[in-house]
């Protein structure tokens, strides 16, 4: 069982920045995924970067350029550097873990999520 804590959401105005940080615990193999989703009030969810245990990214084209995901794992914490914000990025934004060859963005391919952090960007 792997859990994951979430934490640094908070509002910003837009062009601000921020880090999300995903604390994970229970034992991710070298064979999981992590990644970063979010979801606005009315919207689906969407994958918005991916890693993997060697450091191979992906990310969502509305995020390219702006956002950097990161992993640590010797602190067990998986990170995502936000930059020049919109108020479109508004959202609850969940990390999630899933054992996985291929890392994606789609959320089907995940176990493992944490309660999630909120992010609110003002315009």
């Known amino acids: 069982q792997v859990q994951l804590v979430e934490s640094g959401g908070g509002s910003v105005q837009a062009g601000g920045s921020l880090r999300l940080s995903c604390t994970f615990s229970?034992?991710?193999?070298?064979?999981?995924?992590l990644a970063w989703f979010r979801q606005a009030p009315g919207k689906e969810r969407e994958g918005v970067a991916t890693?993997?245990?060697?450091?191979?990214?992906a990310y969502a084209d509305s995020v390219k350029g702006r956002v950097t995901i990161s992993l640590d794992n010797a602190k067990n914490t998986l990170y995502l550097q936000m930059n020049s914000l919109k108020p479109e990025d508004t959202a609850m934004y969940y990390c999630?873990?899933?054992?996985?060859?291929?890392?994606?963005?789609?959320?089907?391919?995940?176990?493992?999520w944490g309660q999630g952090t909120q992010v609110t960007v003002s315009s």
């Open positions: 999630a873990a899933g054992h996985k060859i291929f890392c994606s963005l789609d959320g089907v391919d995940y176990n493992y």
């Open positions: 229970g034992g991710t193999s070298s064979g999981y995924c």
């Open positions: 890693i993997n245990r060697v450091g191979s990214t």
